[in-house]
């Protein structure tokens, strides 16, 4: 099987760097992970394995954490105004596509009950770190490596998945791969995100749209562009692609030459002390690592696209796709584990962060400091 990521590698997250410091052993610090991170996982899959996750929760406290905050409490009064009238609408939309895939030959279960869970994850790009998440003992590392794959029961976010919509995805997950992709063609009117933007309009979801529309929002526009305005700020600050200074804000991590040195510092680990055989051409960071393992069958392999610009997920072969705790991913996540504390990655990354956000509000605090105003007054109208 010829190694090569070429157009596959975006998949692996819709989905995420001193050689002489990186000769140690991982074995001699069974406990130089990333700070606390054992303790980060709240749900386990079916098998006891940890969930996956593309971020971990920082070693210190934030500067943007306040206008978060802030933000979720908006959200949740927004929520609270919106699930009465979505909930007979969604029951309504739900059952139209449910009767819709069967009349394609599908089975498919009415997802009425998303609006009991909390939809909104809190795992905010602010509070967190843009690292997978690893086990904090390096033993757990052997066991579990980055942890699985959401499967029906869990979403990417770790989050319980409500109950049909995870018996949606099993009996999804039971087709061949062709009939999935008729699948998702009946579904949504597309095969993959290429097309995704102009899907068939026989399509039972875009069907029952025009069947039953979404009713109007009862949030006001200030409320819409308030949430606008929050979630707006990281694209400044956490940016990684460099900015000029034409763009507004130009301290942002991209810019930061330390990211560019602790990256460097850590691929040369990476390459000196890899562990096993696995394709490591395209390591730039953790969450390429991640990535990396994503797409690494038990053997080492990796799909070979063979010469494909566009591929979907359903196109890849089961033992290419998703983190499975196997040999070969175990192997990449020890190398990174290894040298993430060679480097001290997670403490130096999270400096660049902090510094980032504290300059993103030192240029912009009477702007923020109106936001933060402008919600409490938008709380206080909707009581």
């Keep these: 099987m010829k190694r090569s990521l070429k157009g596959v590698s975006a998949l692996s997250l819709a989905l995420f760097a001193l050689v002489a410091a990186c000769t140690g ?3 001699d610090s069974p406990t130089s992970g990333p700070p606390d991170a054992g303790e980060q996982v709240a749900r386990l899959a079916e098998n006891g394995y940890p969930i996956a996750r593309a971020t971990m929760e920082s070693p210190v406290e934030m500067p943007f954490i306040p206008y978060y905050a802030a933000g979720d409490r908006l959200r949740t009064a927004v929520e609270q105004t919106e699930k009465e009238t979505s909930r007979a609408w969604l029951v309504a ?3 139209f596509t449910a009767q819709c895939m069967k009349d394609a030959g599908f089975t498919y279960y009415p997802e009425t009950d998303a609006l009991e869970l909390d939809a909104e994850s809190t795992e905010r790009p602010g509070l967190m770190l843009a690292i997978p998440w690893l086990p904090s003992d390096v033993d757990d590392v052997r066991r579990f490596g980055y942890g699985v794959s959401p499967s029906e029961e869990v979403s990417l976010e770790g989050q319980a998945l409500p109950e049909a919509e995870a018996r949606n995805a099993q009996y999804r997950e039971g087709l061949s791969a062709a009939a999935q992709r008729e699948y998702d063609f009946a579904l949504m009117g597309h095969y993959d995100y290429a097309t995704a933007a102009n899907p068939d309009p026989g399509a039972c979801r875009t069907l029952g749209q025009a069947a039953h529309p979404a009713p109007a929002t009862r949030t006001s526009a200030r409320t819409t562009d308030l949430l606008a305005s929050l979630d707006s700020i990281t694209q400044g600050a956490l940016d990684l692609t460099p900015s000029t200074a034409g763009e507004g804000f130009t301290e942002n991590m991209g810019n930061d030459p330390r990211l560019a040195s602790l ?11 890899k562990q096993g055989s696995w394709y490591s051409d395209e390591v730039m960071d953790p969450s390429s690592m991640m990535g990396i393992a994503w797409g690494t069958a038990e053997d080492g392999s990796v799909f070979d696209p063979q010469g494909a610009t566009e591929v979907s997920v359903a196109d890849i072969p089961p033992q290419y796709r998703g983190l499975k ?3 070969a991913q175990i192997n990449i996540a020890l190398t990174d584990f290894q040298c993430r504390a060679a480097t001290d990655y997670v403490n130096r ?4 962060q902090f510094d980032a956000e504290q300059a993103y509000i030192d240029q912009f605090k009477r702007e923020l400091d109106q936001l933060l105003g402008d919600i409490e007054e938008e709380l206080g109208r909707l009581g």
Excluded at 349 to 352: G, T
């Design 25 to 27: 052993n991982p074995e």
């Design 349 to 352: 990354y999270a400096e660049i």
């Design 93 to 95: 939309f739900e059952e």
């Design 263 to 273: 990256n460097q510092e850590y691929v040369e680990c990476v390459l000196v002390n």
């Design 325 to 327: 705790a196997n040999t």
